[in-house]
């Protein structure tokens, strides 16, 4: 990912919001989700700094659960991903 490329407007100010924020293993940077509708995305903030560089871009990924996001010890992002259906099934069951 080429990081001057993808920095944004000032984290604080940009539309949406800060969804779950977490430490970077190495405590330098801050990574959080926004859910919003035109700005879906996985960011980081190095501290210090006042601009979001854009980590994964999360628009056009309609099934991500927005209740959890985070990063795994090497700063990988994980996600949660809502594969289930709105469906509910009701089934007898005979015992002998």
Known sequence: MAAAQNRGAPWVTEP???KLPGWS?????????????ENAGYR???LGEHRFELVVDLKDLSQLDPSWNGIDPTDTPLFVR????DEIYALDLDLP
Not at 25 to 36: A, L, P, W
Not at 82 to 85: C, E, F, L, Q, V
């Open 16 to 18: 949406g919001s800060v």
């Open 25 to 37: 293993r190495d405590g330098k940077y801050v990574y959080y989700g926004n859910r919003s509708s």
């Open 44 to 46: 980081r903030v190095k």
């Open 82 to 85: 809502n594969r289930s259906t």
